[in-house]
């Protein structure tokens, strides 16, 4: 898998904002990716050094459309600490 194919999109809520002042940050990442691609990927494309990397496996809801329930895609979530005085500039200001 290559290192671009690992990051889909960066998670922008209100308490991923809180967590950037702690340094980490929330990224969709593919269902099959790693750890060790997921830090060499946000280390690749942010020139930054990752400490720690949470994964976790987001189940999809099920929306309801009348008489029918849908499911929503599931999908992973990667939370990544970054080192002491790294940040990610994209994020500042959101």
């Given at each position: 898998m290559?290192s671009?194919?690992?990051?889909?999109?960066?998670?922008?809520?209100?308490?991923s904002?809180?967590?950037?002042?702690?340094g980490?940050?929330?990224?969709?990442?593919?269902p099959?990716?790693?750890?060790?691609?997921?830090?060499?990927?946000?280390?690749?494309a942010f020139?930054?050094?990752?400490v720690?990397?949470?994964?976790?496996?987001?189940?999809?809801?099920?929306?309801?459309?009348?008489?029918?329930?849908v499911?929503?895609?599931?999908?992973k979530?990667?939370?990544?600490?970054?080192?002491?005085?790294?940040?990610?500039t994209?994020?500042?200001?959101?």
């Open positions: 290559h671009f194919d690992v990051l889909r999109r960066p998670i922008i809520t209100e308490k904002t809180y967590m950037q002042d702690a980490r940050y929330a990224f969709e990442v593919a099959t990716a790693t750890k060790h691609q997921i830090k060499s990927a946000v280390e690749a020139d930054v050094s990752v720690k990397i949470n994964t976790m496996n987001v189940k999809g809801k099920g929306k309801r459309y009348g008489p029918r329930v499911m929503r895609p599931s999908w979530k990667a939370l990544v600490t970054l080192a002491a005085g790294d940040s990610i994209i994020f500042e200001g959101v």
